[in-house]
C-alpha cells in the first residue's frame, strides 16, 4: 500500500474498499463492516489523503455491479476459467461448489477500472492477469461501440511485486492460508514479528544473497528491500560478509519500525469512527457522480434507454 500514495502527485487518484469482492466468501456481516473500516483506516495511515484523492467503498457506488452486468456480454467462459486464481482455487477444491461471484470476479475488477477512466492500476504480479483481461474486454467493447474505456495498464513494482511465505517460499505471502508463521500481519505485535522472521526458512548456505535457486533468502531480500524502499543489489552489498542471523535482526528492527509506526497511525484513525465514515460517505458520493456519468456513456453505447 505505501507505494499507493504517491501515485495522488501524479494526478486524481482512486482508491476503493473492495467489499462486493469480498462476498465471494461469504463472511460474517459483522466482520466484513467492520473489516471495512480497518481497510479504510490503513489506506489513510499509509498517506492516502480523502481530502486530495477518491477514497470510497465498493457497494455505495451502484454503477459498479450494473457496468459488470453489462460487461458480462463481452467476455467468454473459457477467458474467465483460464484465471490462474481461479483454477488454483478449483484444482484445489473443485470447481462444482464455488460461488459463481469466484468465477466473475475478474468482470467486477474491470468494472472497477473502467468506470473512472483509469489508465494506470497498482497490482501485485499476480494480478497482472486480471488487468490483461481488462484490456482485452476493453478493446472488444471499442472495437464494437467506438472509444468508451482506456486500455488500462498494469503498474507493479518490481522489488515487492510477489512476497513469498516465510515458511514456504514457493508460495505467495497470503492472508488465506492457516498463520503457521509465514505471513506477517499489520496488527501482529512487536514479539510476534520477530518470531516469524526468525523462524523464517533460509536456504542452504550462509551469505546473503539471491538468486533463483535460494528462493527463500531471496524473499527475504526483497523483503528488505521493499521496506526501506531499497534493491536488492543494495541489500546484497549492505549484508556482504555477514550471515544470517545479522540479516535477519536487521530485517527485524527494520519490519518492527515500520510496522509500529502504521499501527499507531490505524488506532488514531480506527478509534473515531463517525470521522472515517464521514470521510468515506464523502468519497463514495463522489465516486457516484463520475461513474454514473460513465455508466451512462456505456448504456447509451449499446443501446440502453
Do not use: C
Not at 486464481?85 to 469466484?102: I, N
Not at 507493479?156 to 516465510?166: A, D, F, H, Q, T
Not at 531480500?221 to 546484497?236: K, L, M, N, P, R
Amino acid at each position: 500500500m505505501r507505494h499507493w500514495a504517491p501515485l495522488q502527485e501524479e494526478g486524481i487518484a482512486h482508491y476503493f474498499i473492495a467489499d462486493l469482492h469480498a462476498l465471494n466468501d461469504r463472511p460474517n456481516p459483522e466482520d466484513l463492516a467492520s473489516q471495512t473500516l480497518d481497510i479504510a483506516a490503513w489506506l489513510i495511515a499509509t498517506g492516502i489523503n480523502p481530502r486530495k484523492s477518491m477514497l470510497f467503498v465498493e457497494s455505495q457506488v451502484p454503477a459498479h455491479g450494473q457496468l459488470q452486468t453489462i460487461l458480462n456480454n463481452y467476455v467468454t467462459m473459457g477467458e474467465l476459467s483460464r484465471m490462474t486464481q481461479f483454477k488454483d482455487k478449483t484444482g484445489k477444491q473443485g470447481a462444482e461448489g464455488q460461488v459463481d461471484g469466484l468465477f466473475q470476479y475478474p468482470v467486477l475488477m474491470a468494472s472497477d477500472i473502467f468506470l473512472y477512466d483509469i489508465d494506470t492500476v497498482p497490482v501485485g504480479a499476480d494480478q497482472r492477469q486480471h488487468v490483461e483481461l481488462a484490456r482485452n474486454i476493453a478493446t472488444r467493447f471499442n472495437n464494437l461501440y467506438g472509444e468508451t474505456f482506456i486500455v488500462p495498464e498494469a503498474a507493479i513494482v518490481k522489488e515487492s511485486g510477489r512476497i513469498m511465505n516465510l515458511q514456504d517460499p514457493s508460495r505467495k505471502m497470503s492472508k488465506s492460508d492457516a498463520d503457521n508463521g509465514g505471513a506477517i500481519y499489520l496488527l501482529d505485535t512487536e514479539e510476534q514479528i520477530r518470531g516469524k522472521i526468525k523462524k523464517a526458512v533460509t536456504d542452504s548456505g550462509t551469505s546473503v544473497e539471491s538468486s533463483y535457486d535460494r528462493p527463500a533468502i531471496s524473499n527475504l531480500i526483497q523483503i528488505y528491500a521493499a521496506v526501506i524502499d531499497s534493491t536488492e543489489a543494495e541489500v546484497e552489498a549492505q549484508f556482504e560478509g555477514k550471515g544470517y542471523g545479522d540479516f535477519k535482526s536487521a530485517l527485524s528492527d527494520m519490519v518492527v519500525d515500520k510496522v509500529m509506526a502504521l499501527q499507531g497511525r490505524f488506532h488514531e484513525l480506527r478509534n473515531d469512527e463517525t470521522n472515517l465514515k464521514k470521510m468515506l460517505e464523502q468519497g463514495s458520493a463522489q465516486a457516484r457522480e463520475a461513474s454514473d456519468n460513465k455508466l451512462a456513456e456505456v448504456k447509451r453505447r449499446v443501446g440502453l434507454l
